[in-house]
């Protein structure tokens, strides 16, 4: 991106912050030069680089094993639990490189929240699921969690549908209160940065749409990366969208650039279904 | 699996019925005089605590302290294996790394269950009596000598080669269970800021507890009916006091004991043939049968409660 693209770029960030109304400033994540291989692949991301902006929705969009949920899980260094997965390069989050050995992925993956394709929320109540990751930070106090429990539900439009049976099993729930109920259990821990892998893929239009307009309320508090195969739903919900193909960023934009005026043919061919 | 447990079910109550209609035929006077039959009746009510008509020596005792000695034994043997199998199978799904010496270990670990129960026996007494329990002997009761306190067959080093026994069986049992758990909660757990411990014991566990609780059960199931690897390494034919005692502990682990399955065996065998004896084998066999089966209900019962409070839809 030029200079000038710069200027433009955080000019719209800004004023697309300003008109939310946000009331903190999420970090950004600068990814520089990050490459890795599985053992199944050796060239799941090769030599990917871009800023993912703070307190917007970027949407990383590809076809399948481009690469894009491994990046995804690279924020918050899911791929440790891959054996024989390598990886080089950095990732930045306020200064702190997040794919050094050095960093304490505990304390990362509190900062970093995670929502996964698939809703999976632990066999234990809604209030349990919920107080989970705040309990895991050591709060004990029946008040304290009652609380974070009503805010994140809440925050998650889960709490109407819900706060009559806290007690009950999570696995009662229907597979898109489920999969809000995750969100809640991620948002919960207090994030900065919300990673969500194909959130509603496995959901049906309506709970889509809900999830839809929960990440578009979220965006105000969290800096947001969601993975998606649905085109229409990136256009929606995402200010930027960064297009991979083959373990490669191919293009990194605003989505209406992306989707109006790309600037790579593969890109163009993606969108408008030739390829994929 | 439901096939298996109704039919599993099934078997056990024929058994049970076969046994109770031979004590009653028996009990009756089936096959004897009526005088026969008066004693017979007698037995039957009296058969807990004194058998005053049985052949010597279980006229004074009764079978009581037999059953005392079989529960006490597998519920020492499932204190000792429980966590034992829990932790042995955790560390080999959670923490070890795939590789071929874990592979190496797991194949062992199968293989092991398929070891005849009387070599059990013999390692048991060749190593814990022998090796550690005369080791421990110059250790700590070297004032007792020669006359050993640990390095002779007993309570405790029965207890022990029953888990050897039944490890593998709650190893396996637990392992599986892990392995049933959908990859996604241990990501779940992780994505949250878990180290991996509080991933284990706060999710993993909880989850699988059924799985365990069945492995439990199991090895209980097991080890009560067993009898052969006992006799080499503490069951006794007579044992003048029980293995239990009003101080703590609570428990002799040193005394020998008796136990159901080997009073059932040497009264078969070695008892002189008098009136009344058959129906003392079957009584004996019957209350084994449901000694056992008490053993394995109340484990089963703890088990339904896990997969009650951990109930999940067939989500995953």
């Known amino acids: 991106m030029s200079e000038s693209g710069d200027v433009k770029r955080d000019a719209f960030i800004e004023a697309s912050r300003v008109s939310r109304g946000s009331q903190r400033r999420a970090p950004e994540l600068d990814v520089q030069g990050v490459s890795l291989s599985y053992p199944a692949n050796s060239n799941a991301l090769q030599d990917v680089s871009l800023t993912i902006p703070a307190d917007c929705v970027t949407a ?54 995670m929502v996964f394709q698939r809703p999976n929320p632990f066999p234990k109540s809604v209030y349990d ?108 919900v995402s200010d930027f969208t960064a297009f991979m193909n083959a373990g490669k960023l191919v293009e990194f934009n605003t989505t209406d650039r992306i989707f109006t005026n790309p600037v790579e043919r593969a890109t163009e061919d993606y969108i408008t279904g030739r390829v994929g | 699996m439901l096939w298996l447990t109704s039919s599993m079910a099934l078997l056990a109550v024929m058994l049970l019925l076969a046994l109770m209609l031979l004590l009653g035929w028996l009990a009756t006077g089936g096959g004897g005089s009526a005088g026969q039959a008066a004693e017979a009746g007698d037995q039957w009510a009296s058969i807990f605590f004194m058998l005053q008509n049985g052949p010597a020596p279980y006229n004074d ?41 874990t592979e190496l270990i797991r194949i062992g670990i199968h293989n092991l269950a398929g070891v005849p129960s009387i070599i059990y026996g013999v390692f048991g007494l060749g190593f814990f009596v022998y090796v550690i329990g005369a080791q421990i002997d110059q250790w700590f009761f070297s004032a007792a000598l020669p006359r050993a306190t640990l390095g002779t067959p007993g309570l405790l080093w029965a207890a022990v080669t029953l888990v050897l026994l039944t490890l593998p069986t709650v190893i396996v049992a637990t392992e599986e269970g892990l392995a049933r758990l959908p990859p996604s909660l241990r990501e779940g757990s992780l994505a949250l800021g878990a180290t991996r411990f509080e991933m284990t014991f706060g999710v993993l566990v909880p989850a699988a507890m059924s799985s365990m609780v069945t492995g439990i059960v199991l090895a209980i199931a097991r080890a009560a009916g067993e009898v ?46 008098g009136d009344g004896r058959i129906a003392l084998i079957a009584s004996i066999a019957l209350v084994l049968v449901f000694v056992v089966m008490s053993l394995t209900t109340f484990a089963a019962v703890l088990r339904g409660r896990f997969r009650m409070q951990y109930a999940q839809e067939a989500l995953f």
């Not at chain 1, 894009?68 to 997965?85: A, E, H, Q, V």
């Not at chain 1, 439009?157 to 819900?162: G, K, P």
């Open chain 2, 61 to 101: 005792e009764g079978i009581f302290a037999a059953i005392v000695g079989t529960v006490t034994v597998t519920l020492l043997m499932t204190i000792i294996v429980s966590p034992l199998g829990v932790i042995v199978a955790i560390y080999l799904h959670v923490y070890a790394r795939n590789t071929w010496y």
């Open chain 2, 228 to 273: 052969a690897p006992l006799m080499l390494v503490g069951a006794v034919k007579y044992a003048p006091a029980l293995p239990l005692s009003s101080d703590l502990p609570f428990i002799q682990v040193e005394q020998k004991f008796m136990h159901l399955g080997f009073l059932l065996y040497d009264l078969t065998l070695h008892a002189p043939s």
């Open chain 1, 129 to 236: 699921n919920v107080a989970y990751g705040p309990r895991l930070g050591g709060i004990r106090s029946r008040r304290q969690l009652d609380e974070i429990v009503e805010n994140a539900l809440r925050a998650a439009a889960l709490w109407d549908e819900v706060k009559d049976r806290l007690d009950a099993m999570a696995a009662t729930l229907s597979l898109g209160q489920q999969q809000r109920l995750v969100i809640a259990r991620a948002i919960a821990v207090e994030p900065e940065v919300l990673l969500l892998d194909e959130p509603a893929s496995s959901l049906d239009p309506i709970s889509t749409l809900r999830i839809e307009e929960l990440i578009y309320e979220l965006k105000t508090d969290y800096t947001i990366i969601i993975v998606t195969h649905n085109m229409q739903q990136a256009g929606r």
């Open chain 1, 60 to 113: 990383v969009i590809g076809p399948s094993g481009c690469g894009k949920s491994t990046l995804l899980r690279c924020f918050n260094r899911m791929n440790d639990t891959i054996d024989g997965c390598h990886y080089t390069g950095s990732i930045l989050l306020d200064g702190m490189d997040v794919l050094s050995g050095k960093t304490d992925v505990t304390e990362l993956r509190r900062r970093v929240g």
